[in-house]
C-alpha cells in the first residue's frame, strides 16, 4: 500500500494478519499500520472506522 491505515473499531471484532502473527482488536481499540505493511484482513464481522494518511497519498505518488 501506497499509504498509512487508521482503523478504529467501533463494534465486534476485528482481527488482521502481518505475515504469521495475527492480531485482534474489539471495540474502542485502533490500529494504526504503517505505509507498505503486508497484511491480510480476517474476521467474522465488525463496525470500523477507516482512514488513510496522508489524504494527499495519489498525489505524493504521482498517481493522481
Known amino acids: ?3 498509512d491505515e ?3 473499531v ?3 471484532v476485528f482481527r488482521l ?3 504469521d502473527k495475527a492480531f485482534e ?3 474502542g481499540d485502533i490500529l494504526w499500520i504503517p505505509e507498505n ?3 491480510r484482513y480476517e474476521g467474522d464481522s465488525a463496525t470500523v472506522f477507516y482512514a488513510l494518511a496522508p489524504v494527499d497519498w495519489k ?3 504521482a498517481l493522481a
Open 17 to 19: 494478519r502481518v505475515g
Open 25 to 27: 482488536a474489539t471495540t
Open 10 to 12: 467501533l463494534d465486534g
Open 59 to 61: 498525489e505524493r505518488h
Open 6 to 8: 487508521l482503523i478504529v
Open 1 to 3: 500500500m501506497l499509504y
Open 37 to 39: 505493511t503486508p497484511l
